[in-house]
């Protein structure tokens, strides 16, 4: 084993995670699709929807705990050969002590979980409410003005890739964007301001984040429309 062998595996697991997460978030779509269609097996399909996205989260942290452990054996194994042997011992041991600490109930504080139950509240009462109101559809240009406005990033100025909900004050910012921000003032010691001008949130925190699923599939859904 070499440590270019090590770091490539490192690379590759980092590329599986990528997938899970777009995994999860096909799970979350398919989900929302059968709450606005009203399916009549919503309710079992979404239980096993919910096993399933609580299985990527499974994995997902395991490999996170994986590599951690991982760098931070390499930081101390000395580049020869021989040290090298008894790497993948001791990444397997740490490793599993580690897991058998964890908890499945974590599990659900995971971005992506959180994300999904609260994409299906979401749905379930904009789909009641559309139900009880009957409410009527609004003007095509209103409708698309409105839109790009929800849609835009107050930090990129551009449309959002991963829409984050702020819990506190309810305004949206681009996944990368906003956690890179609160990653740069932390560094200065400072709070993190809302980006939304006139918003009086003065202290951003990413546990006050949430992702958006029914915004992105909106975004995405404006994408395909400006495409035809």
Not at 192 to 218: A, F, M, W, Y
């Amino acid at each position: 084993m070499s440590m270019t062998a090590v770091k490539g595996t490192l690379s590759s697991l980092k590329a599986c995670q990528e997938e899970i997460g777009t995994g999860m978030d096909v799970i979350t779509d398919v989900a929302i699709d059968l709450v606005e269609a009203q399916d009549e097996a919503m309710n079992s399909a979404i239980k096993e929807m919910e096993a399933a996205i609580l299985e990527c989260a499974k994995l997902d942290r395991e490999i996170n705990h994986f590599v951690d452990i991982v760098q931070q054996v390499i930081q101390v194994t000395p580049q020869q050969p021989e040290a090298m042997f008894s790497l993948s011992a001791r990444v397997k041991e740490q490793f599993s002590e580690r897991i058998a600490q964890l908890s499945d109930a974590e599990l659900h504080n995971h971005t992506k979980v959180v994300a999904f139950k609260d994409s299906i509240k979401n749905s379930l009462q904009q789909a009641n409410q559309e139900s009880e109101e009957n409410m009527e559809e609004l003007d095509e240009d209103i409708a698309v003005t409105q839109s790009q406005v929800n849609f835009t990033c107050p930090l990129t100025q551009v449309e959002m890739l991963n829409p984050m909900k702020n819990k506190k004050c309810n305004h949206h910012y681009d996944e990368e964007a906003i956690l890179g921000l609160i990653k740069k003032r932390h560094s200065q010691k400072k709070k993190c301001c809302c980006p939304v001008v006139g918003c009086g949130n003065t202290d951003v925190t990413e546990s006050d984040l949430i992702l958006d699923q029914i915004l992105r599939r909106k975004i995405q859904s404006h994408k395909r429309q400006n495409k035809i």
